[in-house]
Nanobody, 119 residues
Framework: QVHLVESGGGLVQPGGSLRLSCAAS????????MGWHRRAPGKERELVAI???????NVAESVKGRFAISRDNAKNAVYLQMNNLRPEDTAVYYC?????????????WGQGTQVTVSS
């Protein structure tokens, strides 16, 4: 019904930057919250950042000052600008969206994109 596709991951050196993008498509009336989670090797998924439809953001303490989340409602897209990357940021990053369709709200997850921070 709804597909979220991430892009922009890759290999980057410590201190470098990456910009992740995610676009949602399918049966969508509107999207409420959107965000990014990540799962590092051997760890549980953790919240990285979320953004409401109105633009209110909530960013994890571990990435505050380094990561910024934004969205384009017209494109059903969400972005994650990642600066000053650290090895501990290495993880699979997942895009999430709270989708409203015919007054039914459901959460959807993308397949994930790999971010590797290494010298």
């Amino acid at each position: 019904q709804v597909h979220l596709v991430e892009s922009g991951g890759g290999l980057v050196q410590p201190g470098g930057s990456l910009r992740l993008s995610c676009a949602a498509s399918g049966s969508i009336s509107s999207i409420n919250g959107m965000g990014w989670h990540r799962r590092a090797p051997g760890k549980e998924r953790e919240l990285v950042a979320i953004i409401s439809r109105g633009g209110t953001t909530n960013v994890a303490e571990s990435v505050k000052g380094r990561f910024a989340i934004s969205r384009d409602n017209a494109k059903n897209a969400v972005y994650l600008q990642m600066n000053n990357l650290r090895p501990e940021d290495t993880a699979v990053y997942y895009c999430t969206a709270e989708v409203n369709f015919d007054q039914v709200v459901s959460d959807y997850w993308g397949q994930g994109t790999q971010v590797t921070v290494s010298s």
